[in-house]
């Protein structure tokens, strides 16, 4: 990273996203806005996560998340996959550790421990996938996997975001 440009992108998500998701069970639209904001770029790429939503058609707010992702280098192999490390604080008082790569085109992140809080109440989350890409339209995409109570991860989430 140029010290004299401090915004160039160091990954294909890197800046301030907002648009549109929907919860896939329900179905329920919201809308959506995240900001992947660069920490620090040596000796791994640290961003900070910020995620807020809202019903699309209420207004009012759905859900929100807070975390860090880590990109280690070098590359794992000759098509530059790194290895990735990320962390995601939720409000109903679950923090979640994921695992996953990077290979400059495609994120993929699996949750590998979960943390419930004293005060976490109803169904417990024992699987979670984010896959993030960005799509012809340079926008980002991604899909969201849940698992709970044991149960096989079924595609919860899907989302696209243009970036503002």
Not at 133 to 161: P, Q, R, S, T
């Amino acid at each position: 990273m140029d010290p004299a440009k401090p915004t160039d992108k160091l990954v294909f998500f890197q800046g301030s996203w907002k648009g549109q998701g929907k919860v896939l069970e329900k179905p329920v639209a919201y809308d959506e806005s995240l900001t992947f904001t660069l920490c620090r770029s040596d000796p791994a790429i640290v961003l900070s996560v910020q995620q807020f939503t809202k019903h699309s058609e209420l207004g009012i707010p759905l859900h929100a998340e807070n975390g860090f992702i880590k990109i280690y280098g070098p590359p794992l192999d000759a098509e530059g996959t790194r290895r990735v490390e990320a962390t995601f604080s939720h409000p109903f008082s679950l923090q979640e550790v994921e695992e996953g790569t990077y290979d400059g085109k495609r994120m993929v992140l699996e949750a590998k421990q979960f943390q419930r809080g004293p005060t976490a109440k109803g169904k417990q989350t024992t699987a979670f996938r984010r896959e993030y890409w960005i799509n012809e339209e340079g926008n980002l995409c991604y899909k969201m996997f849940l698992g709970v109570d044991g149960a096989e991860a079924f595609e919860h989430l899907n989302g696209e975001l243009k970036q503002v």
